[in-house]
């Protein structure tokens, strides 16, 4: 019978890339959370505002766009609506369709959040060395739009790292 105590852990054979993804990840939304929280948004917030100006789109589409489902769109939007940030109004092309319009103080902010979201990354990027930054994007690009472009169906749903709430 083996000896628990004794038993070596298997070798890595390869760099454990979920570690490594999960952990910048985490720690790069963390300092986007941060950085956004300190003019009202979060990053949720951020997404629907520039999506919703790039063009008439519903809250079904904004959700898709963002990965939420209907109730943290539904939550998110609520936000932006007493924020007067946004606000729900009719479809221009569909009338059973709602679409989420921008306002005008909706639009400021989400210029805004823009540039706090590329200041967050420049800085992440600007931790590697400047002939690093390109490859690194570029490898992240290919696997998100290759390999890992979709996720699969696992016998028991993954969860998402839980978020802390300060």
């Known amino acids: 019978m083996l000896d628990v105590m004794t038993a070596m852990s298997p070798a890595r054979s390869t760099p454990d890339l979920s570690f490594l993804l999960d952990r910048t990840g985490h720690v790069l939304r963390s300092r986007m959370a941060a950085a956004l929280g300190e003019i009202g948004l979060t990053a949720r917030m951020h997404c629907v505002l520039v999506h919703a100006l790039e063009a008439e789109r519903t809250q079904i589409q904004l959700a898709e766009i963002g990965d939420m489902d209907k109730t943290t769109m539904v ?39 823009q540039r706090i979201v590329d200041r967050v990354h420049a800085e992440a990027l600007e931790a590697l060395p400047e002939d690093e930054r390109e490859v690194l994007t570029r490898a992240l690009n290919r696997l998100v739009s290759g390999h890992l472009a979709t996720p699969v169906e696992a016998p028991a749903p993954v969860r998402r790292a839980r978020r802390s709430e300060k």
């Not at 921008?102 to 805004?112: C, L, M, P």
């Open 75 to 113: 939550v998110t939007v609520d936000a932006l609506e007493r924020a007067g940030l946004a606000e729900r109004r009719p479809s221009s092309t569909d009338r059973r369709a709602r679409i989420i319009a921008v306002t005008e103080k909706g639009a400021q902010v989400a210029h805004e959040s």
